[in-house]
């Protein structure tokens, strides 16, 4: 069997990885923390073909651009059996590239699907540190529920563990769509910048370095409040450092801000809601799911329905055997 199919699913962090210390082996600057999450998903079949004179690589059913396919094509050489070429579907329940962490999803699956094609068996922190080389964020997509990205100082020790894999308290996240195109610039590339050019750069370790701790605290307390006001404050300090680097720049839009305007208004109202962004314009808020209907009441007018996805703990990697599942 030289075929198998994977599911992952997308995570957003709660404590932020934005920079690199060895962008070869894929290391990042910082530990990091987040949580997985059931609505995005991607799907994807690995099968390889001793026949074929090269990879054949699909996305959402049409052939990949030529920049994705070759990173894919670099991720598979660290896996393939000897000069064996392989087809790769790829089918993706995420909006691409708009902040909502495609590529974490993406390179966890393809890392489990195309060990598995193999029949090898990785365990799990093997299968995170394989993902790790095809993106930062796809390191945490391993594993469900709250996890943990040990930073480490080689490929050994740079892997993600699970803090909690069954979240069973009311943490949930609403994602609010406002722009679904391509985003302007890359997280590889933003973060490159910024590690070279931000002066807050060193400020930021150490940030992360007290976040990561005070989340834990907050996750053992299973205190939601201090969980969106850590991961808020997180989000601002990372988009502060893209403000700072030289050029400055920014993932937010006008709708951006009005959105993180709203969020706030409601808090102080008396809802407790967070916000946290990535490399993108969308709005992801963190609340306790006993306030979903009242924060989906109070957005719906200024978003629309269409726009607001409600998403919960969601699982890690899972193999799927079903043949009706095969890309
Ligand atoms: C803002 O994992 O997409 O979402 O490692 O270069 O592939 P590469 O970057 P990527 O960066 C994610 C950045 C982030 C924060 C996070 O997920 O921790």
Known sequence: MMKATARAHTNIALVKYWGKKDPTLMLPQ????????????????????PTSAADQIQIDQAPAAPNVAQRVSQFLDLVRPQGCFARVASV???PMAAGLASSASAFAAL???????????PSRTELSRLARRGSGSATRSI????????AGHDDQSSFAEPIQEHVDFGLEMLAILLDTRQKKIGSRRGMQHVVATSPYYPTWREVVAHDMAAM??????????QIGHLAQTNALRMHALNLAADPGFTYFNAATLKAMETIDHLRETGVSCYY???AGPNVKVIYDRRDRETILTALT???????LVVAKPGPGVEKLTDERDSL
């Not at 910082?30 to 073909?49: A, G, H, I, N």
């Not at 890392?111 to 068996?121: C, D, N, T």
């Not at 594993?143 to 040990?150: A, K, M, N």
């Not at 007018?301 to 726009?307: I, K, L, R, S």
């Open 30 to 49: 910082t530990d990091s923390l987040s949580l997985t999450l059931d609505r995005f998903y991607t799907t994807t079949s690995v099968e390889f073909d």
């Open 92 to 94: 993706n329940n995420v």
């Open 111 to 121: 890392a489990a699907a195309a060990s598995w094609a193999q029949g090898l068996h």
């Open 143 to 150: 594993f469900g529920g709250l996890v943990e990205w040990h």
């Open 216 to 225: 834990k605290l907050a996750i053992a307390a299973q205190d939601i409040d």
């Open 276 to 278: 946290t962004m990535d």
């Open 301 to 307: 007018p200024q978003f629309g329905a269409d726009h």
